[in-house]
């Protein structure tokens, strides 16, 4: 069982948490959705989402609502939400269980969520595309 300080497996620390409680945006969040290889934006249900080969692995509210959501698996998921709470909660119901991840951005750290995107877009991206990304 991890202690309250610990982080899951392959969390970065932050160097200065001070300068890493900075708020969490909207547009940085798609910025950084954008920069994994082949994402593309699209849309459902009314607000933007992000998508490798076709699948989605990351969501952002509608306008002012202030969350994301990743695309982890339920263990990825049990991680974060343990280590981050104030960040990190599972979606109600089968959505939630099957690893959709609400992100409140306003509480996140840049370095954490860079994380959690990362390893949402690797569940999601096709195997030769993830291989090559383990390779750069």
Avoid at 51 to 69: D, E, N
């Amino acid at each position: 069982m991890k202690g309250k300080g610990d982080r899951p497996e392959g969390l970065p620390a932050a160097r200065n948490e001070r300068l890493e409680r900075k708020t969490m945006t909207s547009e940085e969040f798609r910025k950084m959705a954008l920069s994994l290889p082949e994402t593309a934006e699209a849309a459902h249900m009314g607000h933007p989402d992000f998508r490798v080969g076709g699948k989605i692995f990351a969501t952002l509210s509608p306008p002012g609502q202030g969350w994301a959501m990743v695309k982890l698996t339920p263990e990825q998921q049990e991680s974060f939400v343990q280590s981050e709470p104030k960040v990190f909660a599972a979606f109600n119901g089968a959505w939630g269980r099957d690893g959709a991840t609400k992100v409140h951005l306003r509480a996140a750290k840049k370095s954490t969520l860079r994380t959690a995107l990362v390893f949402a877009w690797r569940n999601r991206a096709p195997k030769r595309l993830v291989q090559k990304f383990e390779v750069e």
